[in-house]
């Protein structure tokens, strides 16, 4: 069991570039998010998804896009990377978003990006 | 708008000390709070959750969670602490009102002193 599957660990990008972060979960989990994480700053969430079909914006969601067209995928998609994207990204999900014994969030390990 | 302070970024220790990381939220209505541990270069993962019932709650690898709704407190505690404990610690905090969405903590880092 894979659980959630993120590439690429890491990339570097020129200012301009745009590029894609996969996310994959083999749980059949109906909610996925993305997070970025930045020192001393915690998890801010970008986007987020309940069902293929359907996406969110949350937190931090400018420069960013998303789609699900299945339950398993959940691709990022950066257009013109800027140095403020500089991040480590995370892939998240859960059968439910209701915080019961369901309700558990699980993480891939995470891609590094920095943009030059 | 909720929010949750973890009152330190780095907490040094000696091994096989005890070990306390604090996490303060906003909320006034229920909440949900969560620990979760992020090992280097490696993905979050639960430590441990409050939904209801025993204020005091039992994680992995000997951790434990004391609820307190008067302080709004949810510190995080383990009474003997191992080298492989290095990691960093985010406390998260959810609500219904917010369609459960985890607001997330700053993350205190444990540093294991030999």
């Known amino acids: 069991n894979a659980g959630v599957t993120q590439t690429p660990k890491f990339r570097i990008l020129k200012i301009g570039q745009s590029m894609t972060l996969q996310c994959t979960q083999d749980?059949?989990?109906?909610?996925m998010y993305w997070y970025r994480q930045d020192p001393g700053m915690g998890l801010k969430l970008i986007y987020y998804?309940?069902?293929?079909?359907?996406?969110d914006k949350g937190e931090v969601p400018n420069g960013y896009n998303v789609s699900r067209s299945t339950t398993e995928d959940f691709p990022l998609r950066l257009e013109l990377a800027a140095p403020s994207q500089t991040s480590v990204y995370f892939c998240?999900?859960?059968?439910?978003?209701?915080?019961?014994?369901?309700?558990?969030?699980?993480f891939g390990e995470g891609s590094r990006l920095t943009v030059l | 708008a909720q929010s949750v302070t973890q009152l330190d970024s780095q907490v040094p220790v000696f091994e096989e000390a005890p070990v306390e990381l604090r996490c303060n939220y906003s909320?006034?209505?229920?909440?949900?709070l969560f620990w979760y541990v992020q090992y280097p270069n490696q993905g979050l993962q639960l430590l441990l959750k409050y939904l209801s019932g025993s204020t005091l709650v039992k994680g992995i690898n000997g951790f434990e969670a004391e609820f307190n709704k008067s302080q709004t407190s949810f510190h995080l505690r383990k009474p003997s602490v191992h080298i492989s404990d290095t990691a960093e610690y985010f406390c998260?905090?959810?609500?219904?009102?917010?369609?459960?969405?985890?607001?997330w903590g700053a993350g205190t880092k444990l540093i294991i002193k030999p």
């Open positions: 998260a905090v959810s609500v219904r009102d917010s369609n459960y969405q985890l607001i």
């Open positions: 998240a999900s859960r059968k439910t978003s209701r915080p019961s014994n369901t309700g558990e969030l699980f």
């Open positions: 909320s006034s209505v229920s909440v949900y």
């Open positions: 998804s309940v069902g293929a079909g359907i996406t």
């Open positions: 749980m059949n989990h109906n909610y």
